[in-house]
């Protein structure tokens, strides 16, 4: 399985680009990223996925290197309610049946 | 919009008592996961199924069972309530492609 490795805690402030970067050294060539959001007492929602490269949504951006052992989920401007704990995913596309095992987690405190 | 539903947001259970979880997603999709999130632990897996009747064992199966009867249904049973299985679980489901995973509420599930 490919673990993950996120920083524990990242703090910033209202309006500052955030990036959070996580590790994926054995990742497969079939694997995705995927980063979720997670709010208190709440389950974690869908922000963004991909498999190299760039790709941007309405929300966030997620930078795949070449080598895809990391990722980074590049979240612009942020506001007080963008504080949470965001998880990084690696899993399998298709039809793979690999269970889907989340790391820690980084947890974004955003101060005004 | 695809909606997991958790059947109970709060339980609270003796030690020694049957307790089930039943999630039930409505969008088709061919895998289902448990997993149980405590502070500082992030979230963990417990079993996940990719198909009726098939279950695989996740990172922390002991003291948990599954059921999977149906497809839109997965059961989470713990055949003998213990204080240390005080925690939150989450439900999630996915189709068969890349690993997007929508969650569910959450059952807080308190064992005295």
């Known amino acids: 399985l490919a673990k993950t490795t996120q920083p524990i805690s990242m703090d910033s402030y209202e309006g500052q680009e955030v990036n959070i970067t996580c590790s994926h050294n054995?990742?497969?060539?079939?694997?995705?990223i995927t980063w979720y959001q997670q709010f208190p007492s709440q389950g974690p929602r869908f922000i963004i996925q991909?498999?190299?490269t760039k790709v941007t949504n309405e929300v966030a951006s997620l930078f795949i290197p070449a080598d895809r052992k990391s990722s980074t989920l590049s979240l612009p401007r942020v506001s007080l309610s963008d504080t949470a704990v965001y998880y990084c995913l690696v899993g399998p596309g298709g039809t793979g049946r690999r269970a889907l095992t989340f790391g820690s987690g980084t947890r974004l405190q955003v101060q005004p | 919009d695809v909606k997991v539903t958790q059947s109970s947001r709060y339980l609270v259970k003796r030690t020694g008592e049957k307790v089930f979880l039943e999630c039930v997603q409505d969008m088709d999709h061919e895998n289902m996961f448990w997993y149980r999130q405590d502070p500082g632990l992030g979230l963990r897996l417990i079993y996940f199924s990719y198909d009726v009747k098939m279950k695989e064992k996740g990172d922390i199966p002991e003291g948990y069972s599954v059921s999977r009867e149906k497809k839109e249904r997965f059961s989470l049973i713990l055949e003998s309530a213990s204080t240390n299985q005080t925690s939150m679980y989450l439900c999630?489901?996915?189709?068969?492609?890349?690993?997007?995973?929508?969650f569910g509420e959450g059952s807080r599930l308190t064992v005295l």
């Open positions: 054995n990742i497969a060539t079939n694997d995705y």
């Open positions: 999630a489901s996915s189709s068969g492609g890349p690993g997007e995973l929508f």
């Open positions: 991909g498999y190299k």
